[in-house]
């Protein structure tokens, strides 16, 4: 049995681990106990521990620590690891990603929404540089390139009106081209052609 006192200096116990270990919610991720601090000193001799949280990132987790007829909590500093995309070389918006990622074992951190695979046509929705840990928001995953022509169906009511326009950058999920004129228009990407709805 291991006091609470010591926890913070030993390795960490089996049993602290093995309630870690199960709290990992994320399949395919490896995790890693870097540090195990008590909360207060109560030196009570911990056998078992329970997380009350699924583990989905890297950070300091909760444990609660149950001894023969006492009870406390400590801090467990973790890092959680899984596979994702890398960048091997710069891209610039609108080219093609599939052959410029390469997996690796990335950490996972708050608010992160890493990629582990790619649509055959995903193109980087801007320029990115090498060594870029692939996220949603780097994709844009169909559509036609940025700079190609595309025909765009403005609709108000029940007129509806057709014209070309030049691809560009847009927010994950939407499409955007210039019109002729030089303005910019955002809408929904429906069979290769953007259809914008006006107010």
């Given amino acids: 049995m291991i006091t609470l006192v010591a926890l913070a200096l030993a390795a960490i116990p089996a049993f ?3 309630a870690l270990q199960r709290a990992l919610a994320v399949p395919g991720a490896r ?11 109560s030196g009570c001799e911990a056998t078992q521990a329970e997380v009350q949280r699924p583990v989905t990132t890297s950070g300091a987790v909760v444990v609660r620590l149950r001894g023969p007829g006492c ?3 400590a801090w467990a500093d973790l890092r959680v690891l899984a596979k994702g995309l890398v960048l091997t070389h710069a891209v610039r918006e609108g080219e ?14 708050q608010g992160q929404d890493l990629l582990s695979s790619l649509a055959r046509d ?20 169909e559509g036609p390139a940025i700079g190609s022509q595309v025909k765009i ?19 994950p999920g939407r499409a955007c081209a210039i019109l002729p004129s030089g ?11 953007i259809l914008v709805e006006a107010p």
């Fill in 71 to 73: 009870e406390s909590l």
């Fill in 183 to 193: 303005r910019r228009v955002e809408g929904t990407l429906d069979a290769g052609r």
């Fill in 122 to 141: 995903a193109r980087a929705a801007r320029s990115l540089p090498a060594g870029t840990q692939l996220s949603l928001h780097h994709v844009r995953a």
């Fill in 31 to 41: 995790l890693e106990v870097l540090a195990l601090r008590e909360s207060g000193s």
């Fill in 153 to 171: 169906e403005v609709r108000a009511g029940a007129l509806v009106a057709v014209q070309m326009g030049r691809v560009v950058g847009c927010v």
């Fill in 96 to 109: 093609p990603l599939q052959g410029a990622a390469a997996a690796a074992e990335i950490e996972l951190r």
């Fill in 16 to 18: 602290v681990d093995t």
